[in-house]
């Protein structure tokens, strides 16, 4: 589980960065702008022509008011049309004569690169230029990425059913492998590396698909599933295990079963051939060095559903080649309709080898022509993902996880695993009492605590980053799963912070800033620590809007460490209760 070690060895840092989103949320003008509902993306970023990036494009208003700018802050300019083309790593305009490193276009309006089809927009698009290309990266709602997902994926699905399971894979993959371009800036490539998207053919009927199962994920243990999916599995799907490696393991819902309904559409069956020549040519391109003139082709070993797994390719001596590399050779090198899938007999006629095969793609999953046949005869999507992903939760929001209540006189516990989460109850009630104590401060109200059972879990109910350990809300503390965070040695700190938070956000005056807020918990956390630190921002509104709105977790814990050291001065010169005293009364004009 790769995300669970990022978050790990970023848990360390949870004190200074555990508390992104705290305070109340009616004065908190992050809580506002959150991108998402229960923890889901709205609006995802989509590099357009990843692979093929253009040289020149053309735009043309569409209707209404389109505009664009050369920078963030930059005034806007009308659009009517507008022609451009990259020089290196700076963006010509035909009726400019200024160079302009960026373009931020807005509006309704037609896009076109090259020779293809002009691409009809409403979403904003910024426009780069680097080594003589255009980068174009689209800022759309999600629901109209996974139209334009359908539009790539499906060809042209009949059932409507069918297609609503296609939307929920789709939209659980892009959840479950959402992290592969973050450091590229944005979220998702239009090429089948994360899904193919052809938003020149998204209609009504994809996007009222799309809409009808808005924010649909399907869940395991606490997790948006694998969802893996293909055009035509054969007969029998794969264990997900031979495509993912070993650190997907867990994944039960991605076992090999029999599959009776994409053979009832037939079509499954395949030949093709390559010659020998084209295929020790297309092997060497891949790093595979045949020894002397290739002279056969023989399977050695196949999986427990009939796929090859390992073949051995014979010259002068025979080698070992993965069934994955191999199919994967000619494809990249002579065509992938020539090896549709690795479920194929091989022989060896004159000068070429034969391959008699059935089914298309990886196996793994859904069988997008078994779906398209349970739907047409008049199965539900939800049966359609129930039989392709088995023991996974459909839902909106983290599903599969159940949760149960435990209450003390003056804490509530939200968890999945109540026997273990239990001593959380006494815990927080010792800890509050040590921060009343500490800052002669008085709580009146209760405590709610609810304790995720994963990561992603607590990623995508609370939209906070994977390296944020805890949250609060109001009087709501939630938490990363707390084994994590005693593993890391930093659960009780982390729930002090958060206490804190509750008690000095329950008294502060209105208006009192957020460095001294943040920069009070701190302190009062750690009264000896953080007066070392200071000068990262020039001047206090830098440092609030670092604080509201971060925009890396470097800068949030240099704007928490400013404001730890800020306040830390601020005690040494007039003591702890002058601290107090001020965030409930206000802090004095200097
Ligand atoms: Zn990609
Ligand atoms: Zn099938």
């Known amino acids: ?35 998402s509902v229960h923890g889901f993306p709205q609006t995802v970023r989509v590099r357009l022509w990843y692979l093929r ?11 209404g008011q389109t505009r664009y700018r050369k920078c963030a802050s930059c005034a806007d300019i009308a659009l009517t049309t507008l022609a451009m083309r990259a020089v290196a790593s700076k963006i010509q305009i035909d009726s400019d004569k200024a160079d302009a490193s960026e373009l931020r276009v807005s509006g309704s309006f037609q896009i076109t690169a090259l020779n293809g089809p002009p691409l009809r927009e409403d979403f904003p698009i910024e426009i780069r230029a680097s080594d003589g290309h255009l980068l174009v990266t689209a800022s759309m709602p999600m629901e109209e990425y996974i139209a334009g997902v359908l539009a790539g994926e499906t060809g042209n699905f009949k059932s409507d059913e069918a297609l609503k399971a296609m939307a929920v894979a789709a939209r659980t993959y892009a959840m479950h492998f959402g992290s592969r371009h973050a450091v590229d800036g944005f979220d998702f490539c239009d090429s089948t590396h994360c899904q193919n998207l052809r938003l020149t053919d998204v209609d009504a009927r994809l996007r009222r698909i799309a809409g009808s199962t808005a924010g649909e994920v399907l869940w395991y243990d606490g997790e948006p599933a694998a969802t893996y999916y293909h055009a035509h599995c054969g007969g029998t799907t794969e264990d997900g295990h031979y495509i993912l490696g070993n650190d997907e393991q867990r994944a039960p819902y991605l076992k090999q079963h029999a599959d009776t309904y994409c053979v009832r559409s037939g079509g499954n069956q395949w030949r093709s051939e390559v010659s020998k020549r084209d295929l020790q040519r297309a092997l060497s391109a891949e790093g595979v060095n045949v020894p002397g003139q290739l002279r056969s082709v023989a399977v050695l070993h196949r999986t427990s559903s009939g796929r090859v797994e390992f073949l051995t390719v014979t010259g002068s001596q025979s080698i070992t080649v993965p069934a994955l590399t191999f199919r994967s050779a000619i494809g990249r090198n ?44 008049g199965r539900s999507y939800r049966e359609i993902l129930s ?6 939760k459909l839902g909106v929001g983290a599903q599969g996880t159940q ?7 003056d804490v509530e516990l939200f968890t999945t695993r109540p026997d273990r989460d239990r001593a959380l109850m006494p815990l927080a009630t010792r800890l509050m009492h040590e921060s009343e104590e500490s800052t002669g401060l008085i709580y009146s109200g209760g405590t709610k605590l609810k304790v995720y059972p994963t990561v992603a879990a607590f990623r995508d109910a609370t939209g906070e980053p ?19 965070l005693r593993d890391a040695g930093t659960l009780e700190s982390t729930l002090r912070h958060e206490l804190l938070h509750i008690l000095v956000e329950s008294h502060a005056k209105a208006g009192t800033p957020r460095w001294y807020r943040e920069g009070l918990v701190l302190y009062l956390a750690q009264p ?24 890396s977790e470097q800068e949030l814990r240099e704007a928490y460490a400013e404001a730890q050291s800020r306040v830390a001065k601020l005690a040494q010169q007039h003591g702890k209760v002058a601290l107090v005293d001020w965030l409930q009364n206000g802090l004095p004009a200097q």
């Open 53 to 63: 990036p253009p040289h020149e494009l053309k735009l043309r208003a569409d209707a």
């Open 466 to 484: 994977g390296w944020v350990a805890a949250s609060t809300r109001g009087h709501t503390i939630r938490l990363q799963p707390a084994d994590l």
């Open 334 to 377: 002579i065509g992938w309709d020539r090896l549709k899938s690795n479920w194929y007999e091989v022989r060896v006629e004159g000068d070429h080898v034969a391959f008699h095969g059935r089914g298309s793609g990886h196996g793994v999953g859904m069988c997008q022509t078994g779906a398209e046949v349970m739907g047409e005869e």
């Open 387 to 392: 039989f392709y992903y088995p023991g996974t």
């Open 403 to 409: 949760w149960q209540q435990l209450t003390s006189e």
């Open 1 to 35: 589980m790769r995300r669970m070690c990022v978050a790990l060895s970023a848990l360390l840092l949870f004190w200074i960065a555990g508390n992104a989103q705290s305070s109340r949320p009616s004065k908190d003008a992050t809580n506002a702008t959150t991108n």
């Open 528 to 551: 000896n620590g953080g007066t070392q630190r200071s000068g990262s921002f020039d001047s206090v509104a830098a440092l609030e809007r670092a604080l509201r709105a971060p925009v």
